[in-house]
């Protein structure tokens, strides 16, 4: 839902980056791998060390490379499956990162066993997630539907954490972290039916 409609939003802030970034030799595969470096060090160095709020600061900043390098490749004319394939294997990084840096923190440091027991299980529900459509589409299905893909798991993650280290009390992040991971089953229900029904009608998307 936020990738329908920040896309246009995002793409219009980004792409005199992009531009730039192009005309200095910057390649999208640089910015991707990059950025994902930089996603994980926030969330594996930041977020353990209970950085929570500058740890969320620092993500962000790198995060939106997931758009730029989108701009650079589209402008590059870049044709060829290698930088959806380099991107999304990256995504999953940076992903696990963030949540488990999250648990981290809260299973030592912030000492909060549920907080870091519901990061855990969002991370394997959500993996799912992906795992289901890229499945889905190796297959010539089609699994692009759901209430919580990835955009929306890392926003209300990046939104909560970010709260919580500025002193918002810990059972926000408790509730968001709940409610992400009932809404990714419910995403992996939708998915899984949706690939059923195209599978019985035999007609892959």
């Known amino acids: 839902m936020l990738n329908k409609y920040a896309r246009g939003f995002f793409t219009a802030v980004f792409t005199p980056l992009a531009t730039w970034l192009l005309r200095r030799g910057v390649t999208p595969d640089m910015v991707t791998i990059a950025g994902t470096l930089g996603v994980m060090i926030g969330g594996l160095v930041f977020y353990p060390l209970g950085e929570l709020f500058w740890g969320t600061i620092f993500i ?85 539907v759901g209430i919580a893909e990835r955009a929306e798991r890392l926003v209300s993650l990046l939104v909560a954490t970010g709260l919580v280290g500025l002193g918002v009390p810990e059972v926000l992040l408790l509730v968001v972290l709940i409610l992400l991971t009932l809404a990714s089953c419910v995403t992996i229900g939708q998915r899984m039916h949706t690939v059923r029904k195209q599978a019985r009608m035999g007609n892959p998307a």
Do not use: H, P
């Open 60 to 144: 962000t900043v790198f995060i939106f490379s997931d758009v730029v390098d989108g701009i650079m490749a589209r402008q590059q004319q870049r044709k060829g499956s290698w930088g959806g394939f380099l991107d999304s294997t990256l995504d999953r990084f940076a992903d696990g990162a963030l949540f488990a840096g999250v648990a981290i923190w809260f299973f030592t440091g912030g000492g909060n066993d549920a907080i870091g027991t519901a990061a855990v299980l969002c991370l394997v529900v959500g993996m799912l997630v992906s795992y289901i459509r890229a499945k889905a589409e190796s297959l010539g299905f089609s699994a692009n």
